[in-house]
């Protein structure tokens, strides 16, 4: 009987799901493929440690090039994450005729064209799933089952930690700090939290679904980034007031030709299905022309979670390569000649509400300074929280909610208000969306 043969490259939690997955579900995976998909090697620089799963004998390796165009292997998995090696060993097993698959977005959002290219020259296929989203599903549901619309835009809550993070601060009023450690003691963080609170790991993931959305290079640097480590709990509080959430979001949408990549903190109201999404839960809310408004949800992270994607992407291939289909789908769906470089509309074009936080001290004329600078220009206010006096003669936030506004006339109005001596530190700005 013909068997397809994988070998896993990085041994860490993913890597243990992924092999955990395969053994214990090898009957249910034949049952679906017609014939075995074997885990041939694993290779990793510490093949002692436990992982808590049963390795056959003979499977594990330190030795990369085992796997790496041995011509018994016939898909590769790239679970070690990172750039380098990461992208070396992908371009030598795509080079050697071995199909790959891997969950390395940060690797996608920066070579993901030069591994594209690779993988059509050498007529393979290269699967990513599991680098955005976790276990949902939405590259294949991009890739192919929407493949029949026009996308007008996709948002999402895309990083485990951070919605896990504004999760707990916003129901306990929890510290920043407390809740990130519990995060990372819980397996979601990445290995430098520092990717997942400035935003940079959502940005890498909506760079991918950017590319997939609108028919363009993968080009991470357009994409403003914006991370949740200056939000504060009194910030949740006024949110609950308007009647909003906050999540960090991931927007990309096209509109008269132009296209706004983003990731930063937005206040959702509390009606919107994306304010729901709590914990570590990721969603990705697709707005395409034939079915409307769609929402894919479910775990963003987490070992067993992401395991699921790779193996999804493992039998998608074996399916192709059984059939003779190698390259069935293209990686971005679109063929080549429809990808086109895009036009970014910049940050200072876009335009929406804004929630602002003054720290101001408590004297006269304050509010009427600060309303006069906002419609100086062309700022208009929605609504103004403004609490009791400060005991103690210190400052005191001024909440305003305004109306759509152009983020280069909000940004002029705040460099002169935060010179004001009326004001004690910089103003926090987080925008509101109501129409996504
Ligand atoms: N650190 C990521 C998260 C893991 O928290 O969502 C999945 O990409």
Known sequence: MQEINVGLIGFGTIGAGVARVLLENREIIQSRLGCPLNLAKIADLDITTDRGVKIPDGILTTDVNEIL???????????????????GFVLKALAAGQSVVTANKALLAKH??????AARENEVDFYYEASVGGGIPIIKVMREALAGNRINSVCGILNGTCNYILTRMGSEGADFAEVLSEAQKLGY????????????????????????????????????????????????DFAHEFGYKIKLLAIAKQEEGQIEARVHPTMLPESHMLAKIDDVFNAVFVNADALGPSLYYGQGAGMMATASAVVGDLIDIARNRLNGGLRRVPDLSFQESAITPACYRPMQEITTQYYLRFSAYDKTRVLSRIAGILGENEISIASVIQQGRSQTGGTVPIVMQTHKAREANLRQALEVIDELEIIAAPTVVIRMESDL
């Open 112 to 117: 993901g064209n030069e591994l594209f290219s």
């Open 189 to 236: 963080a990445e290995a430098d939290p520092t990717f997942d609170i400035e935003g940079i790991d959502t940005a890498h993931k909506l760079a991918i679904l950017t590319s997939l959305a609108f028919a363009t290079p993968i080009d991470y640097d357009r994409i403003h980034v914006e991370g949740i480590t200056s939000i504060k709990p009194v910030d949740f």
């Open 69 to 87: 165009g041995n011509p018994a292997i016939d898909i590769v998995i790239e679970l070690i994450g990172g750039y380098e090696p990461a992208r």
